[in-house]
């Protein structure tokens, strides 16, 4: 029905055949009325004739026009015009002067450098749809033209996914390549930019492996192998932050991939300047700082509550430190809870007061010649002393000589020698 040399709306000539797929041709045409070259993409009839796929294709045209980025092919104009008596759908583009990259990789896979700066390009493109609500869903070497300069430039949005113009359907039809399909999408899942993540991995495993992934001898079995089959081991020459990138592009789940088109784009540029430094994920960074700041957290208040009880005050008593002695006394316990402190406990100043005050002395019992009860001028003593048991008389005590010397805290008492004083009841 198309060939070279078929008008299009008697404006676009069409010239040669560029390529095609499951969705239409790509045919490199004259604009007669601007005198430039073009490339028109013209849709399959079955499409063209659906008035809900028109419509909703028509949207996404308007959509990419909108787009303005180096690595973004621009659209020029949409249209529609009848053709050997059927309805025709086009779609008119840029023309890029290059080669496709599936026509480049049919001379053989590219190297860990050329692969990531490539990745990083189409990275970049991605992420300038994705930020307008737009998804390619169909990235594919046959969709990435390389100028002679060595750039690349996303091509063919003719299928592309818009939030604002709702999903596009086809009966019968599935709008992505088999070979780059993401797991989700053969899952009827929304359409979200992961699915172009997955896709654009794809491309670089091919790009370093020379062939796809996974294959089969029809889309079902490569379907299958997407949604099942582990990603098969790329060579053992390919680096290991290259390597890095291309895995975690093809995760199953698309939450474990990276999280978006710029995140991918830096992966590879971290990748082109260390190939043999594994891209540390983001997400990581942050589980690490948030561990980081819980433990210096626990250290201050460590260090808070060791403070409190380091500057607590010497002279500090509680009720708890408070104990009796056997013998009705009151001591202090000064163990320390804390490091040790130096405690000074000074014995109260020796006054005769009406009621006892507390004092560390015992009465205490010692066997001298001369038998003498020692007791603490503090506090009198508890019982009075006995009476003699014997007749004799009780001695008197030894005259002293008076002089300077200041009186003795404890007299003296003297017994009999051989005489023992009973100073607590019952006595023998």
């Known amino acids: 029905m198309l060939g070279a040399g078929t ?3 008697d404006r676009y000539v069409l010239g040669g055949r560029l390529g095609g797929g499951g969705m239409g041709e790509v045919w490199r045409a004259d604009d007669t009325v601007l005198a430039r070259t073009v490339a028109v993409k013209v849709l399959m009839p079955a499409l063209s004739e659906n008035p809900t796929f028109t419509q909703r294709f028509q949207n ?6 909108t787009l303005r980025h180096p690595g973004i092919v621009d659209v020029y104009d949409y249209g529609t015009c009848e053709v050997g008596g059927r309805q025709v759908s086009f779609l008119v583009m840029e023309y890029v002067e290059g080669e496709s990259l599936d026509r480049v990789l049919r001379r053989g896979p590219l190297g860990s450098e050329a692969t990531m700066r490539l990745v990083a390009e189409v990275a970049d493109a991605l992420a300038a749809a994705h930020a307008q609500g737009i998804v390619h869903r169909d990235v594919k070497p046959a969709n990435l033209m390389v100028r002679p300069d060595g750039s690349v430039v996303l091509t063919d949005f003719g299928i592309a996914h818009s939030a604002s113009a709702g999903q596009l359907t086809a009966t019968g039809s599935m709008l992505c390549s088999a070979g780059y399909c993401a797991p ?3 899952t009827a899942s929304d359409v979200t930019p992961a699915v172009d993540v997955y896709a654009l991995g794809v491309v670089a495993y091919e790009s370093l492996s020379g062939h796809l992934p996974f294959q089969g001898d029809t889309p079902v079995q490569i379907i299958f192998k997407h949604l099942n089959s582990p990603i098969p081991r790329l060579p053992a020459d390919v680096p290991a932050g290259p390597r890095q990138v291309v895995e975690r592009a093809l995760e199953k789940a698309p939450d474990a991939r990276w999280q978006s088109a710029p995140l991918m784009a830096e992966a590879a540029r971290s990748a082109l300047a260390s190939p043999n430094t594994l891209p540390a994920p983001r997400q990581r960074r942050r589980r690490v700082t948030r561990a980081a700041l819980t433990i ?5 208040v460590s260090v808070a509550v060791a403070g409190f009880v380091w500057m ?9 430190e408070v104990q009796q002695t056997p013998a009705g006394g009151t001591t202090f316990d000064v163990t320390p809870t804390s490091p040790p402190v130096a405690r000074e406990l000074q ?3 020796a006054k005769h007061t009406s009621s006892p005050r507390p004092s560390r002395s015992i009465p205490v019992v010692t066997r001298t010649p001369t038998a003498t009860a020692t007791t603490s001028p503090s506090r009198p003593p508890t019982t009075p002393p006995p009476t003699p048991t014997t007749s004799e008389p009780e001695p ?3 005259p002293t000589t008076p002089g300077p010397e200041e009186p003795t805290s404890e007299p003296t008492i003297s017994r009999p020698p051989g005489e023992i004083q009973c100073i607590r009841a019952p006595c023998p």
């Open 312 to 320: 607590r005050s010497p002279t500090e008593v509680t009720s708890d």
């Open 296 to 300: 210096v957290a626990a250290v201050v």
């Open 184 to 186: 989700e999408m053969a």
């Open 7 to 9: 008008t299009l709306n």
């Open 347 to 349: 014995p109260p100043p």
């Open 396 to 398: 008197t005590p030894e």
């Open 60 to 65: 996404e045209a308007r959509a990419m026009a």
